[in-house]
């Protein structure tokens, strides 16, 4: 999101202003910033009272600003204020009850100890809407109410904002209870910890309920958020997805004789690929959430020894060939007499009409030459077995969903091990036609356009994305692809 001083001054302050209020050290800061994707905005310490001076944020839907959310220092002393303005009320029996707030702003001086209170009370009368963040984990304390009683005279919409609520229903419901008794029934769920988009969207909403003026700048906002999060899990996706091809794709050379320091040095390189290409898909991961790598703690993936021979006989490799299974013509090229000839040295015209026999063209044969001289000569390659592809998969589903439902006012780091995944149920069911498919493509372990517009290729990745966000409730429709 962009920063405020690239918006006018005039632009800024004819947007709709939201004030984010509370007791200290309730999440406010916490809540703009998740509001914000940012991690940059303010300071979060575990002390109380972080906050000393409201600081303002723009958001953006694209170049346009629709409105600023003002971080407020937090209401230390409700009791002493409420006591300050009931002195007031009583020497000026005429004022409002928000006249009262403004003259308490203004008989009260620098270094006054209720200073941090005014500077919040000043913020509260210049804003359109307030969000209340409370913590739920706190008892509803008198002050707390007090704080919503003062608040109530600016004559402003408040919206409660119960944060840290992961784990905390029966406190929750306590504090929906007491805010019920002020006829507060608008509040909101939103853990700035644990983030969920629906939960931002209906914030949106319920501002937008509220302050008529500025529907419609609302709703351009809830859009282009909206767009904005599919593109971004969509783009996590197939980043995954290419890390999956490259890794399950590429091979390593085996020497067929005995050679030990030779194929130990091969399976290491094999691994050194693995480790790589996941540890580069993780920090692509972190930047397309705008997160940084102490967000989350990756350890290193197990990998095995796996050996496979490329099977161009395989029935994935066959389709591509235009073959059937059962054909006769595949009877025929498994007999190896074709072969046979075309690694011995077959003309160029000899091998286009045994190529037209077989149904397919030389260029087909020409793609898998190689694959068949190999294999005529024993070569072997080192691979990634099933296992680690699994593993992989699995810890890539398991980052994916904790970058997408992770607040960026989250402190802690968090743990992708392979002991907590759990395959139940989280493999595509296709899962192992898709690995076939991809170890009998080796030329996919690179991103081309010739593998991007294969038609097969198009099929998995479809597979792979479907099972990586299909089922996700934080998108407002599923990813079109």
């Avoid at 202003?17 to 509370?22: E, L």
């Avoid at 002393?77 to 000026?92: C, E, F, P, T, V």
């Avoid at 509220?210 to 700048?217: C, F, I, K, N, S």
């Avoid at 006989?313 to 591509?320: D, E, I, N, R």
Wanted: aromatic share 8%; hydrophobic share 40%.
């Amino acid at each position: 999101m962009k920063v405020a001083n690239e918006a006018s001054l005039q632009d800024i302050y004819s947007l709709l202003n939201i004030a984010v209020v509370g007791h200290t050290n309730t999440g406010k800061t916490s809540l703009i910033r998740t509001m914000l994707r940012s991690t940059q905005f303010g300071k979060i310490e575990d002390g109380a009272g972080t906050t000393r001076h409201v600081e303002r944020a723009t958001i953006f839907a694209g170049n346009e600003a629709i409105l600023n959310l003002h971080d407020t220092p937090g209401i230390e002393d409700s009791h002493a204020l409420s006591r300050q303005l009931k002195s007031i009320s009583s020497q000026h029996k005429s004022l409002s009850a928000a006249e009262i707030l403004e003259k308490f702003i203004s008989t009260t001086p620098i270094d006054d100890p209720l200073e941090q209170e005014a500077k919040v009370i000043r913020q509260v009368l210049r804003s359109d809407v307030l969000l209340y963040v409370i913590d739920v984990r706190e008892p509803v304390l008198e002050k707390y109410l007090i704080e919503i009683e003062i608040l109530s005279k600016a004559m402003k919409p408040i919206i409660p904002i119960f944060n840290f609520i992961a784990e905390h229903t029966e406190e929750l419901a306590i504090w929906r209870k007491k805010l019920a008794a002020f006829n507060i029934h608008a509040s909101l769920e939103f853990d700035t910890v644990a983030f969920s988009f629906e939960a931002e969207k209906r914030l949106y909403q319920k501002i937008q309920s509220l302050v008529e003026l500025h529907y419609d700048r609302l709703q351009k906002l809830i859009n282009y958020r909206a767009k904005v999060w599919d593109q971004l899990c969509l783009s996590a996706a197939k980043r995954i997805v290419d890390l999956i091809v490259s890794i399950a794709c590429y091979r390593e050379s085996k020497c067929s004789q005995s050679d030990n320091t030779v194929n130990l040095a091969a399976a290491q390189k094999l691994k050194d690929f693995v480790r790589k290409a996941e540890q580069s898909c993780l920090g692509d991961l972190l930047a397309i959430f705008n997160f940084s790598e102490k967000d989350i703690a990756l350890q290193k993936i197990p990998v095995s020894n796996g050996r496979w021979q490329l099977d161009i006989f395989a029935p994935g490799v066959l389709k591509s060939y235009g073959l059937d299974v059962g054909s006769a013509a595949l009877k025929g090229a498994a007999a190896g007499a074709g072969i046979d000839l075309m690694v011995g040295g077959l003309s160029l015209g000899a091998a286009s009409a045994l190529g037209a026999i077989a149904g397919t063209g030389w260029s087909t044969f020409k793609r898998y030459g190689k694959e068949i001289k190999a294999k005529i000569q024993g070569t072997q390659w080192l691979c990634v077995d099933e296992n680690t592809l699994q593993i992989l998969y699995l810890r890539q589903y398991q980052l994916l969903a904790k970058l997408m439902h992770r607040g960026h006012a989250a402190y802690h780091a968090d743990q992708i091990d392979t002991a907590t995944i759990s395959a139940s149920g989280e493999l595509p069911h296709d899962w192992p036609d898709i690995i076939s498919i991809l170890q009998q493509n080796p030329v996919w372990y690179k991103p081309s356009t010739s593998r991007n517009q294969n038609p097969q290729y198009q099929d998995i990745e479809s597979k792979l994305i479907k099972a990586l966000l299909g089922n996700d409730p934080n998108h407002l429709e599923p990813v079109k692809m």
